[in-house]
């Protein structure tokens, strides 16, 4: 497995397993155990990579999330439900009361 079809974490970690049991076998030589470690180097290195791009999704999802939410604060707080102005019946009292001072 080449580090360019690295796709997950989890194929990272087990191929960083069967490095390890390959590495811990007996009698394999030093020139199998340097190719090796070089492959779990550049394993080392696509997890970097992996957890870079997940980062980047996970801030996109919650920047995406975030504006999603303001967007229906928003839209709530333009409602008449919660608006300071005076509903029908309010604004009938209101305009009662003034005719009532007027006429006086």
Do not use: F, H
Request: hydrophobic residues 35%.
């Amino acid at each position: 497995m080449s580090s360019s079809n690295i796709e997950s974490y989890d194929q990272v970690r087990d191929r960083l397993d069967e490095i390890v049991e390959a590495v811990s076998a007996p009698g394999i030589s030093l020139d199998e155990a340097l190719a090796l470690y070089e492959e779990a180097v550049k394993l080392g290195l696509s997890a970097c990579d992996l957890s870079e791009e997940g980062a980047e999704e996970l801030l996109e999802q919650d920047a995406a999330n975030l504006t999603t939410e303001q967007g229906e604060q928003s839209e709530q707080a333009g409602s008449p439900d919660n608006q300071s102005a005076p509903s029908e019946g309010e604004a009938a009292v209101v305009r009662d009361d003034e005719a009532t001072s007027a006429a006086q």
